[in-house]
C-alpha cells in the first residue's frame, strides 16, 4: 500500500515522501498518529507540485543571496557614537548596530544573528564586519566608526 508521509518517520522516510507500507502498519500507527495519508493519484501529483515548487523557491533564494552578497560587499557604512578623546566608545557597535546601518543604506534587512561582530566594536576604527547570508555565503562589509560630534 502506498502511503504519503506527513511528518519524518524514522526508517521510512521524510515528510512528503511517498513510500510503500503494509496495510496494517498503516491502519494501525501511521493514520491514528496522523503520521501519513493514503496515497492517491491525485494527492501524489499535489505532492511533486509542492516539492518542485519549494526546489524553485530554494533556487531563487540562493540567487537572491548571491546578488544581496554581491551589494553587502560594495558597501561602506559609516557609523557615528559617542566617544571620548582617546577614540574609546562609550557602550560599543554591535549586530544590531550594524543591520540597522544596512537597512538605511542600502534598503536591505539582514538578520542581526547572521551579522558577526566579535569581540564587540568598542574604539573609533575601520572593521571588517563578516556577513553570513547562508551557509557557504559569506561577506565582509567595510564598516568605519567615527566619534559622534555634539
Not at 20 to 45: H, K, Q, S
Not at 104 to 121: F, L, M, Q, Y
Not at 141 to 149: G, Q
Request: proline content about 5%; cysteine-free; hydrophobic content about 45%.
Amino acid at each position: 500500500m502506498q502511503a504519503i508521509l506527513l511528518t519524518e518517520v524514522e526508517g521510512l522516510g521524510e515528510a512528503g515522501t511517498v513510500v510503500n507500507v503494509a496495510r496494517g502498519y498503516m491502519r494501525n500507527f501511521l493514520l491514528p498518529r496522523g503520521m501519513a495519508e493514503v496515497a492517491t493519484p491525485a494527492r501524489i501529483a499535489e505532492v511533486q507540485r509542492r516539492e518542485e515548487a519549494r526546489r524553485a523557491a530554494a533556487i531563487r533564494a540562493v540567487e537572491q543571496s548571491k546578488e544581496l552578497v554581491d551589494l553587502l560587499s560594495r558597501t561602506i557604512l559609516t557609523l557615528k557614537a559617542k566617544a571620548g578623546d582617546d577614540g574609546r566608545l562609550f557602550g560599543s557597535i554591535t549586530s544590531a548596530d550594524v543591520a540597522t546601518a544596512i537597512k538605511e543604506a542600502r534598503g536591505v534587512t539582514v538578520d542581526r544573528r547572521s551579522i558577526t561582530v566579535e569581540p564587540p566594536i568598542r574604539a573609533v576604527g575601520t572593521y571588517s564586519v563578516p556577513i553570513e547570508l547562508a551557509p557557504g555565503l559569506t561577506t565582509e562589509v567595510k564598516t568605519i566608526v567615527s566619534p559622534l560630534i555634539d
